[in-house]
């Protein structure tokens, strides 16, 4: 993972760092098909170990179109996540707009079974060389 994450928050404890990247080889613009990946990584600066249980994302095209999507974990794994430890995972978004947005938020369990809310930092997702600001 690469140490230059351009998205970054942090939720009673717990740091969480984006960093998106255009993936023009798998992208096709001619048909309205335009494809990211994002690195995420998960920091637990409490002092008790973590386990990420569930996700949501909120992804919002250039259209102002928005998709929810709900899962438990993330890439197939609900990982355990040690006090100073951290958690990687690369995942993709296809749009159908060159630019676009994501924010979401993890669903994380102490030891005492309690599950909190960890935000993931609102992304723009574009096309390198386009300029756009979040609103």
Not at 52 to 63: G, H, K, M, N, S
Not at 69 to 78: A, D, T
Request: hydrophobic share 40%; glycine share 8%.
């Amino acid at each position: 993972m690469s140490s230059a994450f351009a998205y970054s928050v942090e939720t009673k404890g717990v740091v969480v760092r984006v960093q998106p990247s255009y993936l023009a080889a798998q992208s096709e613009p001619e048909a309205n098909h335009w494809v990211w990946a994002y690195q995420i990584e998960i920091i637990n600066l409490t002092t008790a170990p973590l386990q990420l249980v569930a996700r949501r994302w909120t992804i919002t095209d250039a259209l102002g179109r928005v998709e929810e999507v709900r899962g438990s974990g993330v890439v197939g794994e609900q990982p355990v996540i040690q006090p100073g430890d951290s958690f990687a995972y690369a995942s993709g978004c296809p749009l159908p707009t060159p630019s676009g947005s994501m924010v979401g938020a993890y669903f994380v369990q102490d030891q005492a079974g309690h599950i909190f809310e960890v935000a993931i930092p609102h992304f723009s997702l574009d096309v390198p060389d386009t300029r756009r600001t979040l609103n």
